[in-house]
């Protein structure tokens, strides 16, 4: 039975990027909005690689939406699942039935863990999309150490010693480099009877190079960055299956035997489903026009991640700032609108790429900057530091950092979870 909640003006779906950055831009003005998450709180994902390497607590780097938003006194929030939306009656619909009425609607979803329909690779590997995702892959880790030290055959052993990442893109480079960092300078101490050092971390890439976003020059200098602090970079070659609960394949024909297998290659993007249907690109993005109306609909956006927003024709990466300039166009015209004034093409600027390799190494690309090394590293802090919500976050972020920095420590060593960890296949290696 469906309970509706009769109110227009705008409903935002999704407190992610685009979502949030567009109800804080309509906040204080002449306009209702009801922005609805199924979670209640801002994920601020480019750190969640810290939480899933025992860096930073999942408050750091999450932020209660209610609490952003409490002196918006035109802004509420409701925390539901939005399982579908009708066009017609303006209506969006939660998965318990109840509904949001609206005169504008913003689909800020995101996107989802990208499988490829590889059913064995889903199965059997973790995702780093969302905070249960980074709190389960840190338990998980810590988890293989303690089952490495208990078991008594050398080539089961290195199979729980063993974790291979796929996707060379920013996420897998920078978990890649943090396992690294955590295997190599913090882990020794807590393990002084396991052979810690025979860990290894191997980065599988279907591309012939690291971060394909990024200059060739930068990719390149992140390969060699990542070797020198132990990871094996394969390029090239992708993983095609997981055999049973055994080996890791690989398209060149090799098998990987390794416990763990973290699935940073690709994201595809979610919305509810919709009565009539969405336009859809063969990406699975929203089709929007130039000002973001979804194709079809007069007060309907789409933006960020979810939707396929074109800059000179091109579709634009799935990344923050793109969302977040959406968020902050759309909302621009819908107060346009509501003041009688025509839409305005969104125009996005970029303000350029950048990833972290490990302690002191970093790189970006900014216009025609191109930095790397320590003064990439240096940037890309500032950068995270400055856009992360909360002084509160800001502070206890910075200390953490800082006192790894000095202390070469990674805290949060918990295994927070009654259940044992997901300890998937078994060990064997061989070559093609
Ligand atoms: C691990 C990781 C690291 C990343 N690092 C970077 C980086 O360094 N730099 C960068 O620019 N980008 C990075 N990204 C990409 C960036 O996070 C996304 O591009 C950005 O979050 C997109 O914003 P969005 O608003 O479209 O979606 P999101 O931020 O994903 O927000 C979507 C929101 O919608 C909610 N939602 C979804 N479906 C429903 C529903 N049916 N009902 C109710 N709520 C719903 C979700 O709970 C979520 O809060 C990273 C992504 C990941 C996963």
Redesign the pocket.
Known sequence: MERREARGGTLV?????????CARKLARKEVDVLL????N???F?????QVASSLLNPSEISFPLRHILRRRKNVRVRR????RIDFHAQRAI?VEGHAFEYDWLVI????E?NFYGIDSVEQASFG???LP??MALRNHVLDCFEAALLETDPTARQGWLTFLVVGGG??GV??AGALCELFRLVLPADFPDLDVHRSSVILVEALDRLLYEFPAQLGEYTKEALEQRGVEVRLGTRVTGVDGDSAVRLADGSVLSARTLIW?AG?RP???ATEPPLPRTRQGRIEVDGSLLVRGQERVFA?????AMLDDGKPL????????Q??RHVAAQILRASRGLPLEPFRYRDKG???TIGRSAGVAAVGPLRLKGFIGWIAWLVI?LYFLIGFRNRFVVLSRWTYNYFRLDRPIRLIASSAPSKRRRTVSSSSP
């Open positions: 779906l999704g407190g992610g990027f685009g979502g949030l950055q609805v998450d199924r979670n709180y801002h994920l994902t480019p750190l969640l690689y539901a699942e939005v399982a939660t800020a979803t995101g996107a863990t780093l999309k969302d995702d980074g920013p996420t920078e978990y940073a994201v979610v919305a509810p933006i960020g991640d979810a939707a990466a799935m990344m923050a700032p793109q969302a977040m959406a968020g790429v950048m990833a995270h």
